[in-house]
């Protein structure tokens, strides 16, 4: 999957002097920020809602579970940028660059995991 093939919403990132316009796929999960209220991820706002219930569910001992929130309350901004450091890497490395191939396909298939796409 090409980074082309993000359509929407178009984000403009700033460096420097200059401006990049990037195709980023939204996320359709929850809206709002989540954040980890002790066991459970919350999304922020008005109409907050339950994420998911990591302490009632888990047999991990408390730091673990704290840990797995933090990541999971983390996870929309982590798409975010993970799309956006894509855009960045491949189109400031050469195209035969390893490197650029290689962040492409890591990057994309975390990126397609998280949007619930097959890769």
Not at 60 to 81: D, G, H, K, R, S
């Amino acid at each position: 999957m090409a980074i082309d093939d993000y359509r929407l919403p178009r984000v403009l990132v700033g460096c420097g002097l200059f401006g990049l316009e990037v195709n980023v796929k939204e996320f359709e999960g929850t809206p709002g920020k989540w954040v980890n209220v002790g066991g459970w991820v919350d999304s922020e706002g008005k109409h907050s809602k339950i994420i998911c219930a990591i302490g009632s569910v888990s047999t991990q001992p408390e730091e673990v579970q704290e840990a797995n929130a933090n990541l999971i309350a983390a996870a929309p901004e982590l798409l975010e940028a993970l799309q956006l450091a894509r855009h960045v890497i491949i189109n400031m490395l050469p195209a035969n660059s390893a490197s650029r191939v290689k962040v492409d396909e890591v990057a994309g298939k975390a990126i397609a995991k998280a949007l619930g796409e097959s890769q």
